[in-house]
């Protein structure tokens, strides 16, 4: 992969990648593809502004993001993070922040064709959080 | 007049681009202008947020004449 | 990477890269590169079975682990760990677990090398986590 | 008699692979001969882990006529 060239700084000891690849099945319904949609601009501008605080507070050299649009297949990439630190566990953290924020936070969306022929939009994050409605501006 | 942008979801419910004539006065009024309009979508509606100039608003925010605000259904990005 | 083509599968949703790289610095020293040494046979065999137990712990379908020895230069890669999991909060659960226990349990050992031609054999985790001595069998 | 092998910083001390002709009774006498031999190396020796085929073994291991014990200062790697 290209973006993990871009990793890799002289004073960072670790660093974690990220991959979101779509399964084969939810809930027991077999799945064809995936389609994501964004609301681009805004999606964009709040990833920029996630990683410049990500890289502050855990003091990553490296903070790189990328979610696909548009129809992505099964075992295929839809997200990767990719984050760099002096120490292991600054990395880490950051990581899971960045995508946790990415899934729940940003205006994207999924939505699962299954091979029957049905689709459904998603909200069926892995965590389980619920999509409370709550307005956080 | 304000515009509205729809987004995943909610585009089996309205279209992906509308016009409000009347500016409501807040997006607690512009929430429960679209219930109104479309009563079989009231739960994702409430399950909403709200950007104006791509920044999530407020259920109190004021809105203006010409305002382009996104209905936000809950992100299921990853 | 030749092992990332390994580390996809249809039913994993979330694939976590690890990648231990050598830093150019260590307490304010510039280090010229880093040599590794193991107990290379009970090394690979703690690995093997540390993949096991972890790939049950946490129900992965991906876990992969590989360690260098011998010269590691700054910004090489030295230890990579791959974990896929069909949700991501596993994949980054035992992906951590898993190097926490090369760093401190199986029988590896890091030299560095300095600019200035001293060298120490580390027990310098990113974690800082004290060698207590303790006999752990 | 039982043979040793040691690793990392221990070898600025001991040689890589080395003869005890006299089998100590476990792993506890084996640590304290070993100090013995080389006071500089106590407190690398004091947190060494030993290993039998190679698996780790306690402080109170039997030794036997024959055995290679691995000499296991505290891992650094990754």
Same mark, same amino acid.
């Given at each position: ?10 004073? %960072? ?7 979101g690849e779509v399964r084969n099945n939810h809930q027991g319904k077999e799945v064809s593809h995936l389609s994501y949609e ?8 709040? *990833? ?15 903070? *790189?993001? #990328?979610?696909r649009?548009g129809k992505v297949s099964v075992m295929e990439t839809a997200?990767? #993070? *990719? =984050? ?8 880490? %953290? %950051? ?14 969306w999924k939505c699962e064709h299954f091979v029957d022929g049905e689709r459904a939009w998603g909200g069926h @994050?892995s @965590?389980?959080?619920?999509? =409370? ?5 | 007049?304000?515009? !509205?942008? &729809? &987004?995943?979801g !909610?585009?089996?419910? &309205? ?29 994702? !509606? ?9 920044? &999530? ?8 004449? +010409?305002? !382009? ?7 299921s +990005? +990853?």
């Open positions: 992969m290209a973006l993990w060239e871009q990793a890799h700084h002289p004073a %960072a000891g670790g660093v974690v990648l990220f991959s964004a609301a681009e601009q805004m999606a964009n501008k709040m *990833i920029a502004a996630l990683l410049d605080e990500a890289k502050q507070r855990w003091e990553l050299q490296v903070a *790189i993001a #990328v979610h649009l997200v990767v #993070v *990719i =984050t760099a630190a002096a120490h292991r566990a600054e990395a880490y %953290a %950051a990581n899971q922040y960045i995508i946790d924020r990415i899934k729940h936070h940003v205006p994207l @994050c @965590c389980k959080q619920k999509s =409370t409605g709550n307005i956080e501006p | 007049m304000i515009t !509205l942008e &729809f &987004f995943a !909610l585009k089996d419910y &309205f279209p992906p681009v509308m016009e409000v004539r009347e500016t409501p006065e807040d997006i607690n009024s512009l929430r429960r202008y679209l219930i109104d309009q479309q009563s079989f979508a009231k739960t994702l !509606l409430e399950q909403c947020r709200f950007a104006v100039d791509d920044t &999530f608003v407020h259920e109190d925010y004021p809105l203006r004449q +010409g305002d !382009l605000v996104l209905v936000i259904p809950p992100s +990005g +990853g």
